[in-house]
C-alpha cells in the first residue's frame, strides 16, 4: 500500500477484555516497529521485527502483550486481559531495513486509540 | 541507555516568525542519528529533518533547520517563517547508530507548537 495503515483506528475495551491491533506496513519494508505512546506522553518502543523473527521485545511491558508478524508483512499486536493503564496510542512503523543505514526512514501509520473502562 | 529531553511542554509563535524548539539527549555512543519528527491531530508521525551524529554541518530542510551540539548534546529545531500549518506536536528522537538492524527510535516528551495568525 502507499503507507502503513493501522486498524482499528479507536478501540474500547471492557477491563479484563483481550484486544487485537492491525498493522499493515509498506509493502516490502523488512523492518517493523510497535510504539505505546500515553497521553502528552512521547512514544515509546514496545517490539520490533526483522521480517517474521521477532529480534527485540525488550519494551513490551508484560507477559499480556504479544505480538506476531508471521508471515513477515501483516503484525498483530495482542493484548490480553486488558487493564486501565493499557489505555495509550498503539503505533506501528516501518522501515525498508537492513542494511541501508542511515536511509532507513521510519513510515508511521496513524496509530490505534485504545481506551480501557 | 539513551534518554531524550525536552524541557519545553508548549511553544507558540506569530506566524510568519521564527521559533525555535529545545531538546538534550544523553548518551554514551559516539554514533547515533537525531531526528525531529511532528505529530499532528492525525496522530501520524511525521519525519522532519534528521541528523548524523559524525556530520559538523547541520541539517537544513526548506524552512527547517537545526543547530546540533555535540558536545553539549543538544540538538534544537529552528523554524523560519512560521506557517498555520506547522502547529503540532514536535518531538526530538535519537537512534543508535550501533544496534545495526534495529532503528528503533527513543522519543522525548514533546513541544506542543501553536500558531497565533
Known amino acids: 500500500g502507499a503507507g502503513v495503515s493501522q486498524s482499528p483506528r479507536y478501540k474500547v475495551a471492557k477491563r479484563g477484555q483481550d484486544v487485537a491491533l492491525r498493522c499493515d506496513p509498506i509493502?516490502?519494508?523488512?523492518?517493523l516497529f510497535w510504539y505505546q505512546q500515553a497521553l502528552g506522553q512521547g512514544p515509546e518502543f514496545l517490539t520490533y521485527f526483522q521480517n517474521e523473527a521477532q529480534l527485540d521485545k525488550s519494551g513490551l511491558p508484560s507477559d499480556r502483550f504479544f505480538a506476531e508478524r508471521p508471515e513477515g508483512s501483516v503484525s498483530t499486536l495482542k493484548i490480553q486481559r486488558t487493564q486501565q493503564e493499557d489505555s495509550a496510542v498503539y503505533l506501528c512503523?516501518?522501515?525498508?531495513?537492513?542494511?541501508?543505514?542511515?536511509?532507513?526512514?521510519?513510515?508511521f501509520g496513524q496509530g490505534t486509540r485504545l481506551t480501557v473502562v | 541507555a539513551q534518554t531524550v529531553t525536552q524541557s519545553q511542554p508548549e511553544m507558540s509563535v506569530q506566524e510568519a516568525e521564527t521559533v525555535t524548539l529545545s531538546c538534550t539527549y544523553d548518551?554514551?555512543?559516539?554514533?547515533?542519528?537525531l531526528f525531529w519528527y511532528k505529530q499532528p491531530p492525525s496522530r501520524q508521525m511525521i519525519l522532519v529533518i534528521r541528523?548524523?551524529?559524525?556530520?559538523?554541518q547541520n541539517a537544513t530542510e526548506n524552512r527547517f533547520s537545526v543547530n546540533f551540539q555535540k558536545a553539549a548534546k543538544s540538538f534544537s529545531l529552528k523554524i523560519s517563517d512560521s506557517q498555520l500549518g506547522d502547529a503540532a506536536m514536535y518531538f526530538c528522537?535519537?537512534?543508535?547508530?550501533?544496534?545495526?538492524?534495529?532503528?528503533?527510535?527513543?522519543f522525548g516528551t514533546g513541544t506542543r507548537l501553536t500558531i497565533i495568525p
Open positions: 512503523a516501518s522501515s525498508s531495513g537492513v542494511g541501508q543505514r542511515w536511509n532507513t526512514e521510519a513510515f
Open positions: 509493502s516490502g519494508h523488512v523492518s
Open positions: 541528523q548524523e551524529a559524525y556530520k559538523q
Open positions: 548518551t554514551s555512543e559516539s554514533d547515533y542519528y
Open positions: 528522537a535519537y537512534r543508535s547508530g550501533q544496534d545495526f538492524g534495529n532503528e528503533k527510535l527513543t
